[in-house]
T-cell receptor
Framework: GQGVEQPDNLMSVEGTFARVNCTYS??????LSWYQQREGHAPVFLSY????GLKDSGHFSTFLSRSNGYSYLLLTELQIKDSASYLC?????????????FGAGTQLIVIP | GPKVLQIPSHQIIDMGQMVTLNCDPV?????FYWYKQILGQQMEFLVN????????KSKLFKDQFSVERPDGSYFTLKIQPTALEDSAVYFC?????????????FGPGTRLTVL
């Protein structure tokens, strides 16, 4: 089966950082995507990783360890507007067209 | 950036009725997807669609569900007849390419309530 797990909630202080964790257990692996979603709006694509290591994209960075089935999204220099739900989604190897298996999302609250 | 539109944003219907959810994908995209999200749970894959055909579907894509994109217009999800457990938010997505690096662009969802 496909399992993608994320913590429900995370709170961090404005100006600091937040790390959103994701663990997965899937039948095969063909990459992992991170999305940001605000209430009532479309999920917005942030990053895609398929190779181990840290991928630095400025405000957002992502890390992947395939042997551990683990990824994180790192947000630095947090702003209040970064408060949103962050979704982790894994592509399984059996899907040629890109079927995504989502976690339930982590609700990040940035406080002043 | 490119946007996917979904119409309507909310739909309330009685159990047993038919409903059609409409998706206006990004104009040059070729691959289309529907996902279902029950309140408080994760988004789950329903179906993907390419070149006029269903390519993959999950166990959630019941016999009462169908998809089509007639003449390159809206990509639609039809449920006939609806059941109480069909109440959820349905997200449409599209992508230019398939496979790993192909970003899926999502719409804002249609909230379906079946009474």
């Amino acid at each position: 089966g496909q399992g993608v797990e994320q913590p429900d909630n995370l709170m961090s202080v404005e100006g600091t950082f937040a790390r959103v964790n994701c663990t997965y257990s899937t039948s095969g692996f063909n990459g992992l995507s991170w999305y940001q979603q605000r209430e009532g709006h479309a999920p917005v694509f942030l990053s895609y990783v398929v190779l181990d290591g840290l991928k630095d994209s400025g405000h957002f960075s992502t890390f992947l360890s395939r042997s551990n089935g683990y990824s994180y999204l790192l947000l630095t220099e947090l702003q209040i507007k970064d408060s949103a739900s962050y979704l982790c989604a894994v592509r399984d190897q059996g899907s040629a067209l890109g079927r995504l298996h989502f976690g339930a999302g982590t609700q990040l609250i940035v406080i002043p | 950036g490119p946007k996917v539109l979904q119409i309507p944003s909310h739909q309330i219907i009685d159990m047993g009725q038919m409903v059609t959810l409409n998706c206006d994908p990004v104009s040059n995209h070729l691959y289309f997807y529907w996902y279902k999200q029950i309140l408080g749970q994760q988004m789950e894959f329903l179906v993907n669609f390419y070149n006029g055909k269903v390519m993959e579907k999950s166990k959630l894509f019941k016999d009462q569900f169908s998809v089509e994109r007639p003449d390159g217009s809206y990509f639609t999800l039809k449920i006939q007849p609806t059941a109480l457990e069909d109440s959820a938010v349905y997200f449409c997505a599209s992508s230019l390419r398939a496979g790993g690096y192909a970003e899926q662009f999502f719409g804002p969802g249609t909230r379906l309530t079946v009474l």
